[in-house]
């Protein structure tokens, strides 16, 4: 039975009724000192098992804590869980590797779309998924139904069959690495933006150049997704940031949180890439709304940026659920398309892309 | 059932709802909360029967109206849920969108080829050598539910053919020293746009050394020409592009072609529309080209819009 599994928060919350009805019955036992510590425990215990239940309802919403070890030990490199779908024709597979480097050792779960398995020599575009904070990869594969979603938007050609990554974006669950390099802390940027590529194209065939890799992200892996392409052109072309903010807010050590790493202040005074921009946002989602109409209005050429703003919803998990299918069909169309490389080393077009689906 | 407020005014009695992040709804819980919390305690030690049932209930709801305060708390403070209707979502429904015919679409299917010669209104003012040739790709009719992407030939070169570029329209430009980028960033792919199903962003240029300056212009405009296939017919002269175009350098046409459809997308059907969106500023959103009307020109990019604040908008 997981942390975040329905199991965990029923037994909380009958825990929380029996400690109830406990409490009772338990208030007039003993005499004396005896009583009085009596009823601080059953006092104690309604308290516990109440946060018990709390705690397990609110990570069942943003995954944090996936599996008992990484509650443990707090290092979610051996903590990931190992759901695997069975692959099929029309649809992908979801593995799990780990990916060392930077100085950080963390499991990344990968999509691999239909066809994957079947065209060993075709290169495929790359998606890097970034998560919330708090949070883990697993709202992606759990609540949002990420690879429902990249199936049926492959199977109906609207999405290139896309190699899909959902990397940890911190090692200790306890510090909000927001994708950058902490002074003294955590070097997550360069984990994000070299260890995870590397490994990637070391170990699945997906295309080397940054035509072929984007990014996508939900709160503040939407900051990420945007300040990661802002950052990085050399190796991103496309992204996409859903209910995402314009600054990190957090302190990176050297104040950089107001310059290098505040897309805001990057746009007004870096030069800035020829890369394509997406950005979603809830018309209710007070401070993202801010900071997604504040980007907007900064952007300038050679940046392209395309806006959706959804009527209601808010800042959770529905609202990046239905925000998720057009943002990564347009993120197909801002990617270079799956190559097959020809003899000699120089990628030329797949002859024929395996999207299809009619 | 949500909670309201009854109102009394001049003008009557009103029920409304409570917001869910207004300080009515969350009075009501905490003061809720404060009463039950304070009725159990009353009745704890009162010889209510039974009292092994009323005790924990009063617990248990002390407990979940104080787990509700503190939920309505956080929720007003950071907005997760900002109405009743984000918390209880109606099933979103995601509408389908459907590629609408391009106006030589018809006409291509009476062909035995698929490369013209192509004179789209205005083209005589884009400072060309003579009107563009088009290739279209063998299965551009057979995939209508379907966008191409585009690679666009600069000079003079070319020999009409798409050997190499698979699955992508081929548009021989015949620029010369005169043709304004304009032409390549907008004009040309505003008229492209209307006669043929290409998609709205990403496209890509080949270009002779002779016209590596036009398209290093061309590549600075957003979004459209992120990939620069030079070929090598002499000295190579490298345009200056912005960070994030990517300029290679290849031998023969058949090679360029080739390297630049692979940087563009394949054909893709109409992106998937969000739900239930209003926006807050004119936007084109991708999924919703503007619809085919002769007196106003389709958008240049058909496939989205640029943010405010951006030149050339």
Not at chain 1, 141 to 153: F, G, P
Not at chain 1, 262 to 284: D, E, F, I
Request: aromatic fraction near 6%; hydrophobic fraction near 45%; glycine fraction near 10%.
């Amino acid at each position: 039975m997981a942390p975040d599994s329905l199991g965990t928060e029923l037994l909380a919350l009958a825990a929380t009724v029996a400690a109830a009805f406990l409490a009772s019955p338990l208030w007039n036992r003993g005499r004396g000192l005896r009583r009085y510590a009596i009823r601080a425990a059953a006092v104690t215990a309604c308290l516990l098992t109440l946060t018990a239940t709390v705690l397990a309802a609110v990570n069942r919403e943003i995954e944090t804590y996936p599996t008992w070890a990484s509650l443990l030990i707090s290092d979610p490199a051996a903590a990931a869980p190992t759901e695997h779908a069975p692959p099929g024709a029309e649809t992908g597979t979801v593995i799990t590797m780990t990916v060392s480097g930077s100085g950080i050792t963390m499991p990344m779960y990968v999509y691999l779309p239909p066809g994957y398995d079947s065209h060993p020599d075709t290169r495929y575009p790359v998606i890097e998924a970034l998560h919330g904070y708090p949070g883990s990869p697993v709202p992606w594969l759990k609540r949002l139904h990420v690879t429902t979603i990249l199936d049926a938007e492959i199977s109906a050609g609207r999405m290139v069959p896309t190699v899909v990554l959902f990397p940890y974006q911190t090692p200790d669950t306890a510090i909000d690495t927001e994708c950058t390099n902490l002074v003294g802390g955590p070097q997550a940027e360069t984990y994000l933006t070299t260890d995870v590529p590397a490994a990637a194209r070391a170990r699945l065939h997906v295309r080397g150049d940054a035509a072929g890799w984007g990014l996508i992200g939900y709160s503040a892996g939407g900051y990420c997704a945007t300040d990661l392409l802002l950052r990085h052109p050399g190796q991103y072309a496309a992204g996409a940031s859903l209910s995402g903010y314009a600054t990190p807010g957090i302190k990176i050590g050297d104040g950089t949180e107001n310059t290098e790493y505040n897309a805001l202040w990057r746009l007004a005074h870096r030069p800035v890439p020829a890369v394509a921009l997406y950005l979603a946002c809830a018309r209710n989602d007070r401070e993202p709304l801010a900071d997604t109409l504040a980007l907007a209005a900064a952007a300038r050429a050679p940046l392209s940026v395309t806006t959706s703003f959804p009527a209601g919803g808010g800042h959770n998990a529905q609202t990046w659920q239905a925000m998720e299918a057009p943002a990564f069909d347009w993120l197909s169309t801002a990617l270079g398309r799956p190559v097959v490389p020809a003899t000699g080393g120089a990628e030329e077009p797949a002859v024929k892309v395996p999207a299809a689906g009619r | 059932m949500r909670p309201v407020l009854i109102r009394f005014s001049s003008a009557g009695v009103q029920i409304v709802a409570m917001s869910l992040t207004g300080l009515p709804l969350l009075f009501v819980v905490a003061l809720g909360t404060v009463a039950v919390a304070a009725g159990t305690v009353l009745a704890w030690r009162r010889r209510l029967r039974p009292r092994l049932l009323v005790r924990p209930l009063g617990i248990l709801l002390t407990e979940a109206l104080l787990v509700t305060t503190i939920g309505l708390l956080v929720n007003r403070s950071e907005l997760f849920y900002p109405t009743w209707a984000d918390l209880f979502p109606p099933p979103a429904a995601t509408a389908a969108v459907t590629v609408r015919v391009a106006a030589l679409d018809g006409w291509l299917g009476t062909r035995d080829s698929g490369t013209f010669t192509w004179r789209p209104d205005g083209w005589a003012g884009w400072h060309l050598a003579a009107a563009p040739t088009v290739v279209v790709p063998a299965g551009y009719l057979g995939d209508p539910h379907r966008r191409f992407s585009v690679v666009v030939v600069l000079g003079a070169g070319g020999t009409g053919t798409a050997a190499g570029a698979d699955e992508t329209v081929v548009v021989y430009a015949r620029t010369t020293a005169a043709t304004p980028a304009a032409v390549l960033t907008e004009d040309l792919p505003a008229a492209l746009s209307r006669d043929l199903r290409v998609s709205g962003r990403r496209w890509a240029l080949v270009s002779p050394t002779a016209a590596s300056a036009l398209a290093g212009q061309a590549a600075a405009a957003p979004g459209r020409y992120p990939a620069i296939a030079l070929v090598r017919d002499g000295p190579i002269t490298r345009p200056v592009v912005p960070e994030g175009v990517t300029v290679n350098v290849l031998d023969g046409l058949p090679a360029a072609l080739a390297w630049a459809a692979g940087q563009t997308p394949p054909p893709l059907a109409e992106a998937s529309a969000p739900a239930g969106r209003l926006p807050v500023q004119p936007a084109h959103h991708p999924s919703h080209p503007a619809p085919a009307d002769p007196s106003h020109p389709a958008p240049a990019n058909p496939g989205g819009n640029r943010g405010p604040g951006q030149p050339g908008n």
